[in-house]
């Protein structure tokens, strides 16, 4: 009886071990059973997180490149309006200052297109994505850098890429240019401005000279003093010999002056829409007020002049030069076909000089943002800091001469772009 007991002992103390070992076991798989469904669950608001951040990528990728296709062809039109104003004004740049207009013109566009994205669902209101980007020139184009942050629930994801827009091939020339940058260039001749011929002969007054509004000429070589208010608006004037006069009292004003041989001045006042060709050499004194304003100056010989200041004009000189301070230099192109010495230039915006010899220049401020530059084959000290040396005749001529025919042989192209995701998250 007592060992059926002991039995009975030993088989209770074993069932109660099973029952034991089993409750430990459902107890730990309920465990994993929670713990991986906490997993997943961050795992899924994890991936959803990343979903929403990609969408947010492509999604400002695509507003980037819609507003570049909406204003592509809106810009070409506006450089090509540029360039075909600059030719028509004997004004001459590079390929490169057209590429470059065209990328300031779409990064300004961009910029004030382009504002934050945020996105929000309406069947989940937890779920969002907010983009935003920043812009800059890099070298021939554009870089838009650009994020993107998904949520949802209380996991953020950030995701960040990069769009590279190309401008470079965006102006070519045409296949028809056979790569030679002389094709439809020619360095100027400082015969720009027409001989009028034959005109009557100018009524003199005391020599107190009012030519406003009169077309004529003085035969022979003619002087004028400081005094006597010499008067030019409106007016054609030629001198069939050499002009000499004092200081000029008074603006010219839309007129034309073309005089055969030489000319000598002292100081002069403004010169508004003033046409002057000067067969011979010249000497001027000091450019007063606004100096040249809508002008053109062709000197076939020699010049030596002071102080002067250009807006939208233009200066040729055939033989060597000598000129003051340029005060100031705006949308303006000087050339000299031989050397020249500077004593300093003020730069604004769109403005070329170029030597066709050695050059020897004093200081050089230059607040274009690079769209003004100084050309020349040699300078004076050697590799004059702000002078860009060229001794190759073909790129020289690229560089400063002007367009010969109406049409531009460049064609424009399209811009090359290109995107750069970083999935460190």
């Not at 994205?117 to 850098?145: V, Y």
Request: with cysteine; aromatic share 8%; proline share 2%.
């Amino acid at each position: 009886m007592k060992k059926i007991m002991n039995e009975r002992g030993y088989a209770l103390v074993t069932v109660l071990l099973v029952i034991v070992i089993f409750m430990m076991l459902a107890f730990s798989f309920m465990g994993q059973a929670t713990s991986s469904i906490k997993q997943n669950s961050v795992i899924e608001d994890n991936s959803q997180s990343v979903a929403l951040a990609e969408m947010g990528i492509v999604y400002y990728e695509h507003a980037v490149r819609n507003v570049y296709e909406t204003n592509h062809q809106k810009v070409i039109d506006e450089v090509k309006a540029e360039q075909q104003n600059d030719i028509q004004n004997k004004i001459s740049h590079p390929d490169d200052y057209y590429r470059q207009r065209a990328v300031s013109k779409m990064e300004n566009i961009l910029k004030n297109t382009l504002t934050s994205i945020t996105k929000t669902f309406e069947d989940n209101p937890s779920a969002s994505f907010t983009s935003s980007g920043t812009i800059s020139k890099i070298t021939n184009g554009l870089r838009i850098e650009f994020s993107s942050t998904g949520a949802e629930e209380n996991k953020q994801t950030t995701i960040t890429a990069a769009l590279i827009i190309d401008f470079t091939e965006w102006v070519k020339r045409d296949e028809d240019d056979g790569g030679s940058n002389e094709t439809g260039k020619t360095l100027p001749t400082g015969n720009e401005i027409k001989d009028p011929g034959k005109l009557s002969s100018c009524s003199k007054n005391n020599k107190k000279e009012d030519f406003t509004g009169s077309t004529c000429q003085i035969d022979g070589s003619v002087s004028y003093g400081n005094n006597d208010q010499l008067t030019f608006e409106n007016s054609t004037f030629k001198v069939d010999g050499a002009l000499t006069i004092g200081n000029m009292n008074k603006d010219i004003v839309n007129s034309t002056l073309y005089i055969t041989g030489s000319m000598q001045t002292e100081n002069m006042n403004s010169l508004t829409k003033l046409r002057l060709h000067v067969s011979g050499s010249a000497a001027f004194g000091h450019f007063n007020g606004q100096g040249l304003t809508d002008s053109m100056i062709e000197i076939g010989g020699s010049a030596t002049m002071q102080n002067i200041k250009l807006t939208k004009s233009q200066m040729y000189i055939g033989g060597a030069a000598s000129i003051g301070h340029i005060n100031g230099m705006v949308d303006s192109y000087i050339f000299v076909n031989s050397d020249a010495t500077i004593t300093g230039v003020d730069f604004g915006n769109n403005s070329t000089i170029c030597i066709n010899g050695t050059l020897s220049i004093g200081t050089i401020n230059n607040n274009s943002n690079n769209t003004s530059k100084i050309y020349a084959k040699a300078t004076n000290p050697r590799n004059k800091n702000g002078v860009i040396t060229i001794t190759n005749p073909a790129e020289f001529k690229n560089v400063c001469g002007r367009n010969t025919g109406g049409e531009s042989p460049i064609s424009w192209g399209d811009s090359t772009i290109t995107t750069e995701y970083d999935y460190q998250y």
